[in-house]
């Protein structure tokens, strides 16, 4: 199994979670990333205290002013990347800012649905769309053919709520929003095995949808 290499990673909603887990296991790669950029919407805040130890002791976190769902912070970021990146792509962008509402059908209201299909579903497009030409110089810089996240790629974050064949969460709480836009196991757990699918993911995972062990999830 080979070792995931990229000279540039982005992840969003990185201040916690599975975000801030994709963080500290790209740092702590044998061979980890000349810059790795965490998006969260407030840099300096309290929920950002991990990313900002993290970065006083990794000179290549960057940490990125990033609001998902407002346009003109996702041109920002962006712009701001590109910037640090000096002429070069990005490898790798990793779309993981997610939110929930713990709705049952029957209650559930158009406010909850708008912000969870524009946190979950709209932003992962917006992103791919302003960081395309940063993705575009990376996969040109490349050397060879094929496809991979060491090339270029985005990376969408989902679970098993998102599969419209399995029911989970559908009988504790539903979450109704979230099973539209998008088993218990800790965050090292999951990412270390996220980071193994990546390094080896190629053309013919293009719009896959697989879980942490690279099998594959029925939509």
């Known amino acids: 199994m080979g070792e995931l290499r990229v000279r540039s990673a982005l992840v969003t909603g990185a201040n916690r979670g599975i975000g801030l887990g994709f963080v500290q296991h790209l740092l702590a790669l044998p061979n980890p990333p000349e810059w790795v950029f965490a998006g969260c919407r407030d840099p300096k805040g309290q929920r950002a205290q991990e990313l900002q130890k ?22 920002a970021a962006a712009a701001s990347v590109g910037e640090r990146l000096k002429g070069s792509g990005l490898n790798l ?19 909850d649905m708008s912000e969870v299909y524009t946190t ?9 769309q302003a960081f395309l030409p940063l993705l575009k110089k990376a996969a040109q810089e490349s050397p060879g053919s094929g496809m991979s996240c060491s090339k270029a790629a985005i990376v969408n974050i989902s679970s098993n709520g998102g599969s419209i064949k399995e029911v989970y969460l559908w009988e504790g709480i539903q979450a109704a929003c979230y099973r539209c836009s998008k088993p218990p196991l800790t965050v090292d757990a999951s990412v270390g095995g996220m980071l193994k699918v990546l390094s080896n993911l190629s053309e013919k995972d293009s719009g896959a949808f697989l879980d942490w062990e690279g099998n594959a999830v029925a939509w």
């Open 54 to 75: 993290l970065a006083s002791k990794h000179p290549n976190l960057v940490i990125v002013p990033l609001e998902v769902t407002d346009p003109a912070s996702i041109k």
């Open 93 to 111: 962008l990793i779309n993981n800012a997610g939110i929930v509402r713990a709705n049952r059908l029957e209650n559930e209201t158009l406010k």
């Open 120 to 128: 979950n579903t709209i932003a992962p497009l917006l992103l791919g």
